[in-house]
T-cell receptor, first 113, second 114 residues
Framework: QQQVKQSPQSLIVQKGGISIINCAYENTAFDYFPWYQQFPGKGPALLIAIRPDVSEKKEGRFTISFNKSAKQFSLHIMDSQPGDSATYFCAASRPDNTDKLIFGTGTRLQVFP | DSGVTQTPKHLITATGQRVTLRCSPRSGDLSVYWYQQSLDQGLQFLIQYYNGEERAKGNILERFSAQQFPDLHSELNLSSLELGDSALYFC?????????????FGEGSRLTVL
């Protein structure tokens, strides 16, 4: 119940294309769903986050789509650029007395020119 | 730069040994988290401290321990090391300890056990 399942494990997209990464969860108590971006040799950094009271959140070329009934959420990267090449992690957390994040297993995105 | 400092960046040691990883959180952040990242397991939550007190525990082995000091820096102690402990260990900090918010990660300590 604590798991967050992420797919695909790796993704290759051409420059200008759309990158889509999917995540699914079981625990209905989760109420915060961020995406983190990690470049080689660096720690993960928050990219965008959503709460279940909205179905979509957009920040620039990055959009989170959230389906509460299906317990799924996804990250869409529009007009993908080579600089977007990184590992992306979805995550979830519960509204208890800690804000620890449960992470998915990560998706390695490669965007080719 | 996230403001979270981890030392050492790289560490090579032998099986059976003990190591200590150190983390300095962002100025003012009270929560410190430790995560282990390996190729096939992603980011695994180990333990969280908030203002010196243990707040949450994850998949942390009994051979591992951590603490947060009065100046808020934290140390992760790994003992009786095994080959499988080779991984990247991340520290993260946040301002809050009870409401979901952004975690700021350091650049990690890469541990290699030979």
């Amino acid at each position: 119940q604590q798991q967050v399942k992420q797919s695909p494990q790796s993704l290759i997209v051409q420059k200008g294309g759309i990158s889509i990464i999917n995540c699914a969860y079981e625990n209905t108590a989760f109420d915060y769903f961020p995406w983190y971006q990690q470049f080689p040799g660096k720690g993960p950094a928050l990219l965008i986050a959503i709460r279940p009271d909205v179905s979509e959140k957009k920040e620039g070329r990055f959009t989170i789509s959230f389906n509460k009934s299906a317990k799924q959420f996804s990250l869409h990267i529009m007009d993908s650029q080579p600089g977007d090449s990184a590992t992306y992690f979805c995550a979830a957390s519960r509204p208890d007395n800690t804000d620890k994040l449960i992470f998915g297993t990560g998706t390695r995105l490669q965007v080719f020119p | 730069d996230s403001g979270v400092t981890q030392t050492p960046k790289h560490l090579i040691t032998a099986t059976g040994q003990r190591v200590t990883l150190r983390c300095s959180p962002r100025s003012g952040d009270l929560s410190v988290y430790w995560y282990q990242q390996s190729l096939d397991q992603g980011l695994q939550f180990l333990i969280q401290y908030y203002n010196g007190e243990e707040r949450a525990k994850g998949n942390i082995l009994e051979r591992f321990s951590a603490q947060q000091f009065p100046d808020l820096h934290s140390e992760l102690n790994l003992s009786s090391l095994e080959l499988g402990d080779s991984a990247l260990y991340f520290c993260a900090s946040s301002a809050s300890g009870g409401a979901a918010g952004e975690l700021f990660f350091g650049e990690g300590s890469r541990l290699t056990v030979l």
